[in-house]
């Protein structure tokens, strides 16, 4: 019982504040997230990647190991996704995005926080942070099919996760008010980004239910069969393998539609829509399974 007591105090903050925003969306259709997704992209992701990794108490020894694990995660996560499309007959290069960029930061490190203290949101930081960096350079390549050096170097997250991880190696201590600074900005993205993802649920539509379903399923039911069997192989155990199989579960990142409607064309954006929707009211259901999977096996 005392389980899922704790299940219930891990998801209910996560999905109550995703309520509010479903709940303000369908009283106000017209909300702009403009500018929360701004605000997250040049400010909030930055400070919560430097707040994460810096003061958590995880080691860079730990960090490197599951960015390393992260890699191989995200490498499988995209081969599944090749063959969903292949089989699907889409766009294999522009609605790939989805299926190997889950919603590791909003979703993933809160939960992680929650379910493991500031060791869990540590690790699950080392996972996003590699995400976040895909966005930026894969995301966006596959949706344009173009690279462009300078979306990387106009990117705050990426020199975030350079000084945070330096000062990691060097075993550098954050000035205090910097931490300060950097948790009250997180802190506030974390908020301010699942409240947002609950209003985007009522903005986007479903334009393809089956073929969302499908592919929703290579993300949040292959995507935690991934993890599992990554932490077999290696040998994982404890709360870092949690992270890494909770980590694996979530849903297609809410950033992989944002960039498709910048490079993509309509249809293309439509698709990756349908499946973030989908996918994110799937993991509503698979999520707290894999939680608890995590929670009892891996603490």
Same mark, same amino acid.
Not at 83 to 108: A, Q, V, W, Y
Not at 237 to 248: E, N
């Given at each position: 019982?005392?389980?899922?007591?704790?299940?219930?105090?891990?998801?209910?903050?996560?999905?109550?504040?995703?309520?509010?925003?479903?709940?303000?969306?369908?009283?106000k259709?017209?909300?702009?997230?403009?500018?929360?997704?701004?605000?997250?992209?040049?400010?909030?992701?930055?400070?919560l990647?430097?707040?994460?990794?810096?003061?958590?108490?995880?080691?860079?020894s730990?960090f490197?190991?599951?960015?390393?694990?992260?890699?191989?995660?995200?490498?499988?996560?995209?081969?599944?996704?090749v063959?969903?499309?292949?089989?699907?007959?889409?766009?294999?290069?522009?609605?790939?995005?989805?299926?190997?960029?889950?919603?590791?930061?909003?979703?993933?490190?809160p939960?992680?926080?929650?379910?493991?203290?500031?060791?869990?949101?540590?690790?699950?930081?080392?996972?996003?942070?590699?995400?976040?960096?895909?966005?930026?350079?894969?995301?966006?390549f596959?949706?344009?099919?173009?690279?462009?050096?300078k979306?990387?170097?106009?990117?705050?997250?990426?020199?975030?996760?350079?000084?945070?991880?330096?000062?990691?190696y060097?075993?550098?201590?954050?000035?205090?008010?910097?931490i300060?600074? !950097?948790m @009250?900005?997180?802190y506030? $993205?974390?908020?301010? =980004? %699942?409240?947002? &993802?609950?209003? *985007?649920?009522?903005?986007? /539509?479903?334009?393809?239910?089956?073929?969302?379903l499908?592919?929703?399923?290579?993300?949040?039911?292959?995507?935690?069969?991934?993890?599992?069997?990554?932490?077999?192989?290696f040998?994982l155990?404890?709360?870092?393998?949690? !992270?890494? @199989?909770?980590?694996?579960a $979530?849903?297609?990142? =809410? %950033?992989?539609? &944002?960039?498709? *409607?910048?490079y993509?064309? /309509?249809?293309?954006v439509?698709?990756?829509?349908?499946?973030?929707?989908v996918?994110?009211l799937?993991?509503?259901?698979?999520?707290?399974?894999i939680?608890?999977?995590?929670?009892?096996?891996?603490?």
């Open positions: 019982m005392e389980l899922y007591f704790k299940l219930f105090e891990v998801l209910s903050p996560v999905f109550f504040i995703v309520g509010i925003g479903y709940f303000l969306g369908k009283k259709s017209d909300i702009d997230t403009a500018f929360i997704t701004n605000y997250s992209a040049n400010f909030g992701a930055p400070a990647f430097i707040f994460a990794i810096t003061s958590s108490g995880v080691t860079y730990v490197s190991e599951y960015f390393f694990y992260s890699v191989i995660a995200l490498i499988c996560f995209a081969i599944t996704g063959i969903f499309l292949f089989f699907m007959k889409k766009d294999i290069s522009r609605e790939l995005p989805p299926f190997f960029l889950p919603n590791t930061g909003n979703m993933g490190i939960i992680c926080l929650f379910a493991y203290g500031s060791l869990g949101m540590g690790v699950a930081a080392a996972i996003s942070s590699l995400v976040v960096l895909l966005h930026f350079t894969a995301n966006i596959l949706a344009s099919k173009k690279f462009d050096i979306i990387i170097l106009k990117s705050p997250s990426s020199y975030a996760v350079i000084i945070a991880v330096a000062f990691l060097f075993d550098l201590e954050m000035p205090k008010f910097v300060n600074t !950097v @009250l900005l997180g506030a $993205m974390i908020v301010l =980004i %699942l409240m947002s &993802l609950g209003v *985007s649920l009522t903005q986007m /539509k479903v334009f393809s239910l089956r073929s969302s499908i592919s929703s399923v290579g993300r949040v039911i292959i995507g935690p069969i991934i993890g599992f069997i990554l932490i077999k192989i040998n155990s404890g709360y870092a393998a949690g !992270v890494l @199989l909770i980590q694996s $979530m849903p297609s990142a =809410i %950033l992989t539609y &944002l960039i498709a *409607s910048m993509s064309p /309509k249809e293309i439509d698709n990756i829509s349908s499946m973030i929707v996918s994110t799937m993991s509503l259901i698979t999520i707290p399974i939680v608890f999977i995590a929670l009892k096996y891996f603490s």
